[in-house]
């Protein structure tokens, strides 16, 4: 009998462990990660009792990440991203730069040196994209257009973080920690040097990745194994991940999102995310075990005020920093407190930042210590801030001036252009989303000559349609303000194409108020959802999987000379 195995041990303690207090979290009423960090509480190295082996479980934690970011990747297309650029990208610098000198200013205060403080208040400015996906994920919001604004916004982060571990250990000297200080071309240089590799692994994925995975998965598919296909969407995920990190020094997360992407765009994307999902699921627990296993409960003794000055900058400025970026770039209240819910932590590269920073001499071990405690705390309470999302918006809005405020009444994109013809304003139809399904109902309805008015929360896809003098009102849908300025009153026709069916009723119920004789089209994904919204005449309703068999059916009636009528 082999009593020397960490990999089994760490890995069926950690399994244990997370299932029985996951158990005793969601008994309680409380998001099963809850249970799953005090797995890791209990069999970390600051518990009495039995230690699991931290650094097998922080790899263990890794496969999860890129499993995670690969279904994420699965989901979203290059298009998706590049609709987001102009909020996410600034969005990110922004926030990751207040923060950074909100938090760098405490540590100055605590006595630190100016390259503690640096990297203490990085830690700080960088949200966990494995629980905010998760948190997203259980929400049903990560395909909105608040969803794929903070995937953007992460995945600038994780950039820009790449951009930091690189460029850290040669700027160690100067900020007072180990290592010499080298001068300022050869900071250029490796500047330099980090983005070509990021570049060329971008390049890379995109142009070869895009011919050679889908071929891939098409030789794979044809030997009609299961297992194998399994494997190949696995070994994509975790071997490119890796690769990335090894060949060209960008981070696992980032990697494994990329080849999602790039399978995404094959047609096995579907596929692809079913099968890998018990994979991602059992990993991402073994990263909140991961996580609590680091965390020193001392530290809540030794440093009560500084933990709460951590809490309140990762859950209460972070947030509110996002939150006003959001609104200044004129989206709505909801997605601005969407977004800003979904930053109110931190998570894995804090602790690779923090990690590194004790290394150069440039952290104190205290800062490590309140790192964790700030993630701990922050992923812990995560779930209320979302909750929190409801209440708080509409105590804004019952506010006369914050209400004003919010609305952007000035806004040209929130209604439609006093040159708009008339045939857009009485008769036509009113299209709810501009996504991948509502790009291509727009297309139809070009080319059939039917006119018709967009309405997405989006500004820029908004801003996209009127250069092609596509009519577009930028807003939510649910808003009465927004359908009117879309003139639902005189619509003929209201389609929703969003992939979000939680708002589809409200949509619609708002709309039958303003003109209760207009006719609606839906999508949904759930069968449940499609026939809640038939019990309550929602109008036509179009589900997606039902569409697809009618469809191939159709096909099939007419390769043997049937008649196409007889499809169901």
Not at 131 to 142: F, Q, W
């Amino acid at each position: 009998m082999h009593h020397a195995v960490p990999l089994i041990t760490t890995i069926a303690a950690a399994f244990g462990c997370a299932l029985i207090f996951g158990m005793l979290a969601a008994r309680a009423k409380l998001p099963s990660l809850v249970g799953y960090l005090l797995a890791g509480v209990i069999i970390g190295p600051f518990s009495p009792g039995f230690t699991a082996d931290s650094e097998i479980a922080s790899q263990l934690a890794e496969i999860g990440v890129m499993l995670l970011m690969f279904g994420v990747g699965l989901h979203f297309s290059l298009e998706d991203l590049w609709d987001v650029r102009r909020i996410a990208v600034p969005g990110a610098i922004l926030l990751m730069a207040f923060a950074t000198v909100i938090g760098g200013s405490f540590a100055l205060l605590w006595g630190w040196g100016v390259g503690g403080a640096l990297v203490f208040g990085l830690a700080l400015s960088v949200a966990s994209t494995v629980v905010t996906l998760k948190a997203m994920e259980a929400r049903g919001v990560v395909e909105t257009v608040s969803g794929r604004i903070a995937v953007g916004w992460l995945i600038v982060e994780d950039l820009a973080m790449v951009l930091v571990l690189v460029l850290l250990p040669p700027l160690s000297g100067a900020l007072g920690g180990k290592g010499v200080s080298i001068s300022a071309p050869d900071i250029y240089y490796t500047l330099e040097i980090t983005l070509a590799k990021i570049a060329a692994f971008v390049a890379v994925m995109l142009i070869v990745g895009k011919r050679v995975f889908p071929w891939l998965l098409w030789q794979v598919t044809r030997t009609g194994s299961r297992e194998l296909f399994t494997l190949c969407v696995v070994a994509a995920a975790v071997s490119l991940a890796y690769g990335a990190a090894e060949l060209f020094g960008v981070s696992f997360a980032l990697g494994a999102f990329l080849a999602g992407m790039v399978i995404n765009e094959s047609e096995f994307s579907a596929r692809a995310a079913e099968e890998s999902l018990p994979l991602r699921d059992a990993f991402a627990v073994l990263f909140f075990v991961s996580v609590g296993m680091l965390f020193d409960p001392a530290v809540l003794i030794h440093s009560p005020l500084r933990v709460l000055v951590v809490v309140g900058i990762v859950m209460i400025a972070n947030p509110l920093i996002a939150a006003a970026l959001v609104l200044l770039f004129r989206y709505p209240l909801n997605a601005a407190l969407t977004i800003a819910a979904s930053l109110a932590q931190i998570g894995e590269f804090s602790f690779i930042l923090a990690g590194l920073g004790m290394s150069l001499g440039l952290l104190p071990q205290e800062g490590q210590n309140l790192i964790l405690a700030g993630a701990l705390i922050s992923i812990t309470l995560n779930s209320l801030v979302f909750r929190a999302i409801a209440p708080i918006e509409a105590w804004v809005l019952s506010k006369r001036l914050l209400a004003r405020l919010v609305k952007h009444p000035d806004d040209p994109l929130a209604e439609l252009p006093m040159a708009t013809e008339d045939k857009y304003l009485a008769g036509q139809v009113v299209l709810v989303g501009y996504g991948r399904v509502g790009r291509r109902i727009a297309a139809a309805f070009t080319e059939a000559a039917i006119p018709f008015v967009v309405v997405d929360q989006n500004r820029e896809l908004v801003e996209r349609c009127r250069e092609h003098n596509i009519p577009a009102v930028c807003g939510n849908a649910v808003e009465m303000a927004v359908l009117i300025q879309a003139h639902v009153s005189k619509a003929s026709l209201l389609v929703i194409a969003t992939p979000d069916s939680l708002d589809d009723r409200k949509i619609i119920s708002v709309a039958r108020q303003i003109n209760p004789a207009i006719e609606t089209v839906v999508r949904t994904h759930n069968e449940e959802e499609a026939a809640l919204l038939r019990q309550e005449q929602a109008g036509v309703v179009f589900l997606g999987e039902q569409e697809l068999a009618r469809s191939m059916i159709r096909h099939v009636l007419e390769r043997f000379g049937r008649d196409k009528a007889q499809a169901p």
